[in-house]
């Protein structure tokens, strides 16, 4: 099993930054890709970013140039650095881990709790 939490939401204004941490924890598994989602009330949850092991991240339109996701590999660890925030961006954000379990095949996610993010105009 993988456990994922993740940390550093808040309260903050428009054309603010927040940067979040996500730490995945757990014994005998190999991170593939860690990323961000998030959910706005009464909306579906929406794909932020992803970093894999190979290639560069991607992002979603809508957080392009703005946010910046990065990895500390040795401490399985995921960030999003989020900067010229919007009102829009105001949600709940979770990180996500693809994990290979030794012993067993195939990929597996696990997902974080989330953290709150709310931006005020």
């Known amino acids: 099993q993988v456990h994922l939490v993740e940390s550093g939401g808040g309260l903050v204004q428009a054309g603010g930054s927040l940067r979040l941490s996500c730490a995945a924890s757990?014994?005998?598994?190999?991170?593939?890709?860690m990323g961000w989602y998030r959910q706005a009330p009464g909306k579906q949850r929406e794909w932020v970013a992803v970093?894999?092991?190979?290639?560069?991240?991607n992002y979603a339109d809508s957080v392009k140039g703005r946010f910046t996701i990065s990895r500390d590999n040795v401490k399985n660890m995921v960030y999003l650095q989020m900067d010229s925030l919007k009102p829009e961006d105001t949600a709940v954000y979770s990180c996500?881990?693809?994990?290979?379990?030794?012993?067993?095949?195939?990929?597996?996610?696990?997902w974080g709790q989330g953290t709150q993010v709310t931006v005020t105009s």
């Open positions: 996500s881990a693809d994990v290979l379990l030794w012993g067993y095949e195939g990929a597996y996610t696990y």
């Open positions: 757990g014994s005998d598994f190999t991170i593939n890709a």
């Open positions: 970093l894999r092991n190979v290639g560069s991240a």
